[in-house]
């Protein structure tokens, strides 16, 4: 089973970094693609970075290209999304999930969710 459990989220100023953690409590991850994807108030949840098992293959939503990396660790079933410059319009829960990795930047390609972490970009 893969229980999904993400951490670093909080308050950032406009311009302003964070790294959200995504751990796993379960089983190995090391063979599922792993997403971050974000649900802003009263907008549906959308893809933002996704991670190939191998971390070869990474994707990006044309909104945080240039400005989130994301990463994993498979040796401490972790995976990573650091977020820099960020603004005003990032400001959502951001869920990690896996998968089996056909579909990288599509929510039917993730049978595993997180509970989320809470992003606010504020000054």
């Known amino acids: 089973q893969v229980q999904l459990v993400e951490s670093g989220g909080g308050l950032v100023l406009p311009g302003g970094s964070l790294r959200l953690t995504c751990a796993n409590s379960g089983r190995s991850f090391s063979s599922y693609a792993m997403g971050w994807f974000r649900q802003a108030p009263g907008k549906e949840r959308e893809f933002v970075a996704a991670i190939s098992w191998s971390g070869g293959t990474t994707r990006y939503a044309d909104s945080v290209k240039g400005r989130f990396t994301i990463s994993r660790d498979n040796a401490r079933n972790t995976v990573y999304l650091q977020m820099n410059s960020l603004k005003p319009d990032d400001t959502a829960v951001y869920y990690c999930?896996?998968?089996?990795?056909?579909?990288?930047?599509?929510?039917?390609?993730?049978?595993?969710w997180g509970q989320g972490t809470q992003v606010t970009v504020s000054s």
């Open positions: 999930a896996a998968g089996e990795g056909v579909y990288l930047t599509q929510r039917i390609g993730y049978g595993y």
